[in-house]
């Protein structure tokens, strides 16, 4: 069974950087065959693919391009567990941030997801 | 501004069959394979309810399916039940600016 804790802060300062961390635990962050993605909901965007990574013999990452320019996703083998950093966040960052795993039977589709962290940017 | 079109809201009876439509254009629905939908309860995560268009994951029960024509993509639930009401997704692969794209969401009311 596989399942995915989410853990960070909840409240970030307008131009800090929101950090968030996923631990994994069923299923490995090196699984040659799946994906881990990053994903918000917020009632004004809507549910927005942020990015993922994913290893195949050596690490890569995929970015959306509204994001690209502030975000670092990774994956930390020791404690099996991946990582958001999200840099110069706005208000419009404010959302419900949700890791998800990508698997190998499912290009592209979502299996499990994290419990939600719901992170307001706000003085 | 969602990149997939979906009704806000559709509605039925117990035990009636529904179907959701989802809208997208040649770069993301309809030219591709990787569709998929999602059930979400409100305070809940999403939960994927088809993948590659037509494929449920195990677990899911068989009065969920999913079809594509064109650049539509469509999730039916028969045998419509209570536990059935939720907010429901769309999403596809796509070419531009990003790799997955989400609908705006229906809501299923269950009369």
């Known amino acids: 069974q596989v399942q995915m804790q989410q853990s960070g802060p909840g409240l970030v300062k307008p131009s800090e950087t929101l950090s968030l961390s996923c631990a994994i635990s069923g299923d490995t962050v090196s699984n040659n065959r799946a994906a881990w993605s990053w994903i918000r909901q917020s009632p004004s965007r809507g549910l927005e693919w942020l990015g993922r990574?994913?290893?195949?013999?050596?690490?890569?990452?995929d970015y959306a391009v509204f994001v690209n320019s502030r975000i670092t996703i990774n994956a930390d083998t020791s404690k099996n567990q991946l990582s958001l950093q999200l840099k110069s966040v706005t208000p419009e960052d404010t959302a419900v941030y949700y890791c998800?795993?990508?698997?190998?039977?499912?290009?592209?589709?979502?299996?499990?997801w994290g419990q939600g962290t719901m992170v307001t940017v706000s003085s | 501004q969602s990149a997939l079109t979906q009704p806000a809201s559709v509605s039925g009876s117990p035990g009636q069959s529904i179907t959701i439509p989802c809208t997208g254009t040649n770069t993301d629905v309809g030219g591709s394979i990787h569709v998929s939908w999602y059930q979400q309860h409100p305070g809940k995560a999403p939960k994927l309810m088809i993948f590659a268009v037509s494929n449920r994951p195990s677990g899911v029960s068989n009065r969920f399916s999913g079809s594509k024509s064109g650049n539509t993509a469509s999730l039916t639930i028969s045998g419509l039940q209570a536990e059935d009401e939720a907010e429901y997704y769309c999403s596809s692969y796509t070419t531009i600016n990003t790799r997955v794209v989400f609908g705006g969401g229906t809501k299923l009311t269950v009369l």
């Open positions: 990574t994913y290893y195949r013999s050596k690490w890569y990452n």
């Open positions: 998800a795993r990508d698997p190998p039977q499912a290009n592209d589709a979502f299996d499990m």
